[in-house]
């Protein structure tokens, strides 16, 4: 029976690469001592081009080698890995460099201490400023305070932030921002923990195991990625003592315990204080100002002071609003007509749609306003802009 070309080739290749095919006394190959001239001359010929795939092969190897693991790059591997960068066509090269993405998918392999960790602060600011609408203030705090937490290379304490402001202003889309440029996969990284009040904890009968469950993901969170995110949805819904228990995470220490938090970001959000933000932004336009001339100072005192003496949740009673254990309460304005048209813009292009400026304005006209006597403040934000868009679609 005739063996098929593939399989004849690789008779061949065996051959050549045979310990008694190769004569390491004198260099010769099996083709070389038994084989007719011709034979001869075609065994050299394949064996020379066998010789260039593997020396190929080890400049390619190389390659990627030095591009995955940079700090295991010796001088030998460098010198290969740059003469096939310059013998390599701009495609060629291309491929080597998504092969080395590739692998960099299933295994850690940059420069940095934990490849799981990107902390993208550009990108977080531009973020901020061209999709974030209307809080010039969110933009503000959370840009300079995640900025500045993570520039000190041994924090006292982790940092703290409050999120506060009505459904649809933006909380949850800042978190998701700042999930995505800190950590390689977003709120799907191992580093980053998200509870929903209801959803985690809903029972009060079971708050006991709640604390147990919850103390321990967050030291095991800790340990796995010292620069942990934990996000608390619904904040003023949490069970009473639950929050008091994570309490020891977030205080200020000197010395190294078993397990140090101090590199980790905890980010409450919560509806609560939203009427009372509102009303500053409400008197300021009335008094004919600008919105964004307000300031912290502004907003903030009031806003604490409305969530210390809320009967509507538990989180302005804990001890961790009480003990100052939170950083900034950070106030996401009401957002305006205009800024309703720039969410759904974004969410035309987020889709890659064509829109119009009437298409936007029949849009924001889809939300209801507040108060009656202005009708100033979308009631619901921007939130289901993205569905309300489908309306237009052809």
């Not at 084989?35 to 092969?57: D, E, F, I, M, T």
């Not at 996000?231 to 309490?247: C, G, H, M, W, Y």
Request: with cysteine; charged share 25%.
């Amino acid at each position: 029976m005739r063996p098929r070309a593939p399989a004849l080739a690789l008779c061949l290749f065996l051959l050549l690469l045979l310990p008694g095919a190769a004569g390491e006394d004198r260099g010769e190959t099996w083709w070389d001592r038994t084989g007719s001239p011709a034979a001869r001359k075609v065994g050299r010929s394949l064996k020379n081009q066998v010789k260039a795939v593997a020396a190929l092969s080890k400049k390619s190897w190389a390659y990627v080698s030095c591009h995955v693991w940079p700090q295991d790059c010796d001088e030998e591997k460098k010198a290969a890995s740059k003469s096939l960068g310059w013998t390599l066509p701009l495609l060629g090269q291309q491929y080597m460099d998504i092969l080395s993405n590739w692998f960099c998918h299933f295994k850690e392999c940059c420069d940095r201490d934990d490849c799981r960790i990107t902390n993208n602060i550009t990108g977080l600011e531009i973020d901020l400023s061209t999709r974030l609408h209307g809080q010039h203030l969110a933009q503000e705090v959370v840009l300079k305070s995640v900025k500045g937490f993570l520039s000190v290379p041994q924090p006292e304490k982790p940092l703290v932030l409050s999120f506060h402001g009505w459904s649809g202003t933006g909380k949850n889309f800042v978190t998701r921002m700042l999930a995505d440029h800190l950590y390689r996969d977003g709120l799907e990284s191992e580093c980053v923990q998200v509870f929903i009040s209801m959803l985690h904890f809903p029972h009060l009968k079971y708050v006991d195991m709640y604390k147990e469950k919850l103390m321990k993901q967050v030291s095991d969170t800790v340990q796995r990625c010292g620069q942990a995110l934990f996000v608390f949805d619904e904040a003023e819904k949490l069970p009473p003592s639950l929050l008091d228990t994570i309490k020891p995470f977030l205080d200020h220490y000197d010395t190294i315990r078993e397990v140090d938090y101090r590199r980790a970001t905890f980010l409450f959000l919560s509806n609560l204080g939203g009427n009372t933000i509102n009303e500053v932004v409400l008197s300021w336009i009335r008094a004919g100002r600008s919105r964004e001339a307000i300031t912290m100072e502004d907003v903030e005192p009031r806003l604490r002071a409305e969530i210390l003496k809320s009967t509507d949740g538990n989180f302005g009673h804990s001890r961790l609003v009480k003990e100052n254990m939170v950083d900034f309460f950070v106030p996401f304005l009401p957002l305006e007509y205009h800024h309703v048209k720039l969410c759904a813009r974004d969410a035309f292009l987020g889709r890659d749609l064509e829109y119009t400026e009437e298409a936007l304005d029949k849009v924001a006209k889809m939300m209801v306003y507040v108060p009656k006597e202005e009708k100033l403040f979308s009631a619901q934000g921007c939130k289901s802009i993205s569905q309300r868009i489908n309306l237009f679609l052809p």
